[in-house]
């Protein structure tokens, strides 16, 4: 996105989760960690389309440090595409490397935004996200 973006690979239930992490030049006190997750892998969806990006742009420029990743299969991701359910469960480990506390938002677009509902389901319910964003189509 940005000359600033660190790329990561940090471990998930299947294998390592390719991360894009971007930060805000000056962190505001309200912000904290954005996490986003993208369209469908089968059509071609990953954390680098427009909209996942305009996504990351718009949180980073409000003071919040923001976290893209791929899904299973896709980029440098290991695993394979589950329909949802994987993807919910690397969404929960991406949550917790990246985010284990503060000010958590959570944005996803079309399917990223059904496993973004998934993973707030199963396992984030215990921690509800400050900010909840679903883009469709």
């Keep these: 996105m940005n000359a600033h973006t660190e790329s990561l690979l940090v471990p998930g ?7 894009a992490v971007d930060r805000p030049a000056q962190p505001r006190a309200q912000g904290g960690v954005a996490v986003i997750s993208h369209p469908h892998p089968l059509f071609g969806g990953t954390m680098h389309n427009k ?7 718009a ?3 409000a003071g919040w440090v923001t976290v893209r990743y791929n ?21 929960l480990a991406v949550v917790a490397s990246q985010a284990p506390t503060g000010p958590l938002a ?8 059904f496993v973004t509902c998934q993973g707030v389901a199963l ?10 964003l679903l883009v469709g189509t």
């Design 13 to 19: 239930p299947v294998g390592k989760i390719e991360l």
């Design 51 to 57: 909209v996942v990006q305009s996504l990351a742009r």
């Design 59 to 61: 949180f980073v420029q």
């Design 71 to 91: 899904f299973r299969g896709v980029g440098q991701t290991e695993g394979v595409h589950d329909h949802g359910v994987g993807e919910a469960q690397d969404l």
């Design 106 to 113: 959570l944005a996803g677009f079309s399917f990223g935004a």
């Design 123 to 132: 396992g984030l319910a215990q921690r509800s996200p400050e900010k909840l």
